[in-house]
């Protein structure tokens, strides 16, 4: 297990160094050394996150995440308030502090799976859905959604799905919610004009070519110059011109600089990621690291699987940036921090087995008795 989380984290470092590389080749035609040295400065930021975050036991988080749900909450109330909030492209989801900004969508992630967590370990087995947990999530689903940001909202269902999933709950309760679910994200993609627009654009994208589907189509042009061995990695995506080619569209460059080589590796990579992540799941102390490790993996890799399935047109297009590699300060940060968290609960799981804790950690015993001392301190 010790090489397993060790592993995780190489990985995540790797794909944020192909990010430096990819942002770098996508905008220094334009801007020249200046997201570089940005970038180089998130790496630094989130790689000390991910150290904090994993030296916090997976238990502290129960003390820990009311106060992360307060801060994110209040964060995504402010973005909304014009003079306050950074307005681009129509979208208010940054909030601007001088030398760097914030976007509390992306922790709002976090903070829902995090909060539910702690909240359905606390159930007993077979137990209904927690109403005023998931009101509490529902909130901060509804406010990242006026932004609008409805690739982060359906990233942050995804994550709660997960946390469910693996929960304790009534097996029926969960089918219900799940199709709930679905059915309000269908909703959102049909009722709004651009959303709808871009699905039947996904559905044939050659015919609005010149129009709204003219961005994936030219994704397509690129990878598949490409070829297999791309053009090399910093050569600047001096093929088709891709809008939003550092953040959404990156996968895109990818394959055009990296070729069929390097896309197969980003795919292995995340793959990686998801098996390692349930690894760490099945093999928690409690069913509280359980939800937590099956949440942020979700979170992780439905972000990823729409970003890569939107440049390669097998999925419509979200708005999505890919998990640690494409430009994005917040959301490298969070990234991070969850690798920190699947870190510390794998560690957790370690010790735990080696004391062999007589109770589960969210629990009390039968009848009132205490729990076991050394299983509440997370191993």
Known sequence: MSSLRSNLFLVALGLSMLGLVMVYSATYSEVGTDFLFVRIGQMVLSVAAFFLASRVRYTAWRRYAPALYLIVLIGLVLVLVPGIGTQINGA?????LGPMSLQPAEFAKLAAILILSCA??????????????????????????????FGTSVVLLAGVAGTLWASELRTRDLVVSGLLGLVAVAGMMVLEPYRRERFLTFLDPWAAADGSGYQVVQSMVAIKAGGFFGS??????HG????ELGTDMIFTLIGEELGLIGMVVVIAAFGFIALAGLRIAMDAPSVMARCVAVGLTTMLITQATFNIGAAMVILPLAGMTLPFVSYGGSSLLVCFAAVGILYRISEDSERARE???????DRRRRHGRARSPRAVRGG
Do not use: M
Request: hydrophobic share 45%; proline share 15%.
């Open 232 to 237: 090399g990695a910093g050569s600047g995506g």
């Open 240 to 243: 088709p011109y891709v809008p």
């Open 92 to 96: 208010r989801r940054w909030l601007d």
């Open 355 to 361: 004391i062999k804790p007589t109770a589960d950690p």
């Open 120 to 149: 359905v370990a606390r159930l007993p087995h077979g137990s209904g859905l927690p109403v005023k947990p998931l009101l509490a999530v529902g909130v901060l689903f509804v406010l990242v959604f006026l932004e609008p940001d």
